[in-house]
């Protein structure tokens, strides 16, 4: 039996998965390996599961005012709908990646001719798939086109 002012177990439960992620996500954050824009995503996600965790009631009073029959079969409907849109916005951003990616290597081999042209670069011939395997004795270094900076 549950002291009064305690939570049932499937309560504590939802609303500890929901801090965990919080938690997770604020490291994640911290340690620099989710960017801010990312995150945002995960911690509605974390604060969904806090508040349904904390109230559980509250599915069942949305599903009577939406009409809905079986009102838990809302959270699955509004899961599959959050990952769809999640989905998509993954696909747009991998596109955008993809379109900059693409107009970077067009700029990289613009530069790459410009420079043998005006012979700044070394030939393809002394680039490093084309150096001499260490196993034939020969330690011909490639040469280098620019300077040596020694203030780097």
Not at 5 to 23: E, K, N, R
Not at 53 to 77: K, S
Not at 116 to 142: F, Y
Request: proline share 7%.
């Amino acid at each position: 039996m549950n002291p009064p002012h305690s939570l049932p177990a499937y309560q504590a439960t939802s609303l500890g998965i929901g801090m965990a992620v919080a938690i997770v996500i604020f490291v994640l954050i911290r340690r620099n390996h989710l960017m801010v824009s990312h995150s945002i995503w995960w911690l509605l996600v974390a604060a969904a599961s806090m508040i349904f965790g904390a109230w559980p009631r509250l599915i069942d009073m949305v599903g009577a005012v939406l009409g809905i029959q079986y009102p838990p079969i809302l959270l699955v409907i509004i899961g599959m709908g959050m990952i769809i849109i999640k989905m998509l916005t993954m696909d747009l951003n991998r596109s955008l990646q993809e379109r900059k990616i693409r107009a970077l290597t067009q700029r990289l081999a613009i530069i790459e001719s410009c420079m043998e042209i005006h012979h700044l670069a070394p030939s393809p011939q002394d680039t490093l798939l084309n150096r001499p395997s260490e196993d034939t004795g020969s330690n011909k270094q490639v040469s280098n086109a620019f300077p040596k900076d020694d203030n780097v």
